[in-house]
């Protein structure tokens, strides 16, 4: 089953606020946490990676937080823009046999963005 | 534009009858994968191509199958659909297995 998590299926902010979007997971062996978006109609889209030995990392407008302690992982989008709604997904780099990897996918959190 | 390409957007199949999915890339990546997305539901990798190599989830129903009969090209195809099987199917690409993957638009299929 899953072992990637999100705590909200939903999540409304206004335009010009920041948004906060959290994901729990219980694989600790993963070497990788990542963040994709999808919009409507679209394939996902990377958005940005965090190696597990690494508590944070900064993108453009983003921010991954990793809390190993907690098992826990966020994805702080600064100033929020209408073009940011979307459903976003946290997933990990998990081994799927032998030498290869794959990633697990979490549920996914709707961002919706008033104006 | 170097592009993860979905052919057909939308495809309409009867129950039972063998259905063809097309993924092609202008990336020159050397790993293609088919995931399963069902509505609401997150992507559910069913196998993916490191070079030649096919690699099956060991959930994935014999039901679906695959081919790669070069770098850029990727078939999906289901040989009995069922009505479960109704659902976007993603085609997507990395060069080796990094995490940044690259991802067609999809193809959704209707099971009637």
């Known amino acids: 089953g899953e072992s990637v998590g999100l705590h909200l299926p939903t999540l409304s902010v206004q335009e010009g606020d920041n948004s906060i979007i959290n994901c729990a997971y219980s694989n600790s062996a993963s070497d990788y946490f990542i963040w994709y978006k999808q919009e409507s109609g679209k394939g996902p889209q990377f958005i940005i990676d965090i190696r597990s030995n690494m508590d944070k990392r900064q993108g453009q407008r983003v921010t991954v937080l990793l809390n190993k302690t907690v098992k826990h992982l966020s994805l702080q989008i600064a100033a929020t823009q209408p073009g940011d709604s979307a459903v976003y997904f946290c997933a990990e780099k998990r081994v799927s046999g032998g030498s290869n990897y794959k990633l697990t996918f979490g549920k996914g959190t709707l961002l919706t963005v008033n104006p | 534009d170097a592009m993860v390409i979905q052919n057909p957007r939308y495809q309409v199949t009867q129950f039972g009858k063998p259905v063809t999915l097309s993924c092609s890339q202008t990336?020159?990546?050397?790993?293609m994968y088919w995931y399963q997305q069902k509505s609401s539901q997150a992507p559910k990798l069913l196998f993916h191509y490191y070079d030649k190599d096919f690699n099956n989830e060991a959930d994935t129903p014999d039901n679906f199958q695959s081919r790669r009969p070069n770098t850029s090209f990727c078939f999906l195809d289901i040989r009995s659909p069922g009505l479960g099987d109704a659902a976007m199917y993603l085609c997507?690409?990395?060069?080796?297995?990094?995490?940044?993957?690259?991802f067609g638009p999809g193809t959704r299929l209707t099971v009637l």
């Open positions: 990336l020159n990546h050397n790993v």
């Open positions: 997507a690409t990395s060069r080796d297995q990094t995490v940044e993957q690259f």
